[in-house]
């Protein structure tokens, strides 16, 4: 049987649709030689997650990661005066030292995510970039990392470029909406299907 942990942000965690509809949830259901746990947070940058590796992730055991962050680390608020929450090279750093932990704790196979394409193209106040833009810059930095580490990626960005997006998101234009929630799911479930069944049960 197979340990599955789920690290990651609001996107995982399902923030704004029932418990029942959530990707993570539906996995938890249609993988029988899996245990499924979600240890995602609304709100999480990476130095957030790394800060709660200790007592999340280290004091467990687990198989597989499934890994998603970004979003919240390429937001710019006001109050960081024209800096991203997390910097690219900070952003970076904190995705390898994840993995870095989780190998150490015996995770002997992690999947990475690229985040999907949002609808906010408008330019953050006073900056000539949108939170459209700056998830692309940082999702070129998970596919590096990914490509780097030698690790499964999940290209999420580049699967929803080809939907309507007002289907697959919900009116905040960045959380998934059921529907996104399915398309997660049938991207997700064949190759943990597959994962969980070379299983030694």
């Known amino acids: 049987?197979?340990?599955?942990?789920f690290f990651g942000d609001s996107i995982m965690f399902g923030q704004r649709v029932s418990v029942c509809d959530i990707f993570v949830v539906e996995l938890a259901k249609s993988l029988p030689n899996a245990i499924v746990t979600n240890l995602?947070?609304?709100g999480d940058?990476?130095?957030m997650a790394l800060n709660r590796m200790s007592f999340d992730i280290q004091p467990q055991a687990f198989d597989i990661m499934v890994l998603q962050f970004g979003y919240n680390d390429s937001n710019y608020w006001i109050t960081d005066n024209r800096l991203p929450r997390i910097s690219?090279?900070?952003f970076r750093a904190n995705l390898n030292e994840i993995i870095d932990r989780a190998y150490s704790r015996d995770i002997s196979k992690i999947f990475m995510c690229t985040n999907h394409p949002t609808t906010r193209t408008d330019n953050f106040p006073n900056l000539p970039i949108s939170l459209h833009e700056s998830n692309k810059q940082y999702n070129t930095i998970i596919r590096e990392v990914s490509q780097d580490r030698d690790i499964f990626l999940f290209d999420m960005?580049?699967?929803?470029?080809?939907?309507?997006?007002?289907?697959?998101l919900l009116p905040d234009g960045t959380h998934l909406s059921i529907l996104g929630h399915a398309i997660y799911f049938s991207e997700m479930y064949p190759i943990l299907k597959?994962?969980?069944d070379d299983s030694d049960n």
């Open 194 to 196: 597959n994962e969980t």
């Open 88 to 90: 690219k090279d900070s």
């Open 157 to 168: 960005e580049k699967c929803f470029n080809k939907l309507d997006l007002s289907k697959v």
């Open 40 to 42: 995602s947070t609304c």
């Open 45 to 47: 940058t990476t130095r």
């Open 1 to 5: 049987m197979k340990r599955i942990v």
